[in-house]
């Protein structure tokens, strides 16, 4: 069983940056893949950035590209997303997930692919 902890969460201007944590549990964070994923009131989850295991290999949604950044730190079992320029229109609760057995390069962007979850952290962008 992995546990997964999100935390950086809150309210912000737009315009603003924030930064979202994950930790995981587990002694192979290194071999999972991860992602962040957004569900707003009303809406469907959606996938936001994906990372590969080694941490070389990244996806965005075309939304947030140019200006979120996902990275992850192997050594502290966690994972971050850096969201910069924020809009209004990314207010949404963030969920950070976990693949446990993952293909080395490969990153994931359905919420299908992953097996653990985080209980979500809110993110609130006011115009």
């Known amino acids: 069983q992995v546990q997964v902890v999100e935390s950086g969460g809150g309210l912000v201007q737009a315009g603003g940056s924030l930064r979202l944590s994950c930790e995981a549990s587990?002694?192979?964070?290194?071999?999972?893949?991860m992602g962040w994923f957004r569900q707003a009131p009303g809406k469907e989850r959606e996938s936001v950035a994906a990372?590969?295991?080694?941490?070389?290999?990244?996806d965005y949604a075309d939304s947030v590209k140019g200006r979120f950044t996902i990275s992850r730190d192997n050594a502290k079992n966690t994972l971050y997303l850096q969201m910069n320029s924020l809009k209004p229109e990314d207010t949404a609760v963030y969920f950070c997930?976990?693949?446990?057995?993952?293909?080395?390069?490969?990153?994931?962007?359905?919420?299908?692919?992953?097996?653990?979850w985080g209980q979500g952290t809110q993110v609130t962008v006011s115009s």
């Open positions: 990372i590969a295991r080694t941490g070389g290999f990244t």
């Open positions: 587990g002694r192979t964070f290194g071999s999972y893949a």
């Open positions: 997930a976990v693949r446990d057995r993952a293909n080395y390069y490969a990153t994931y962007r359905q919420a299908y692919d992953y097996n653990y």
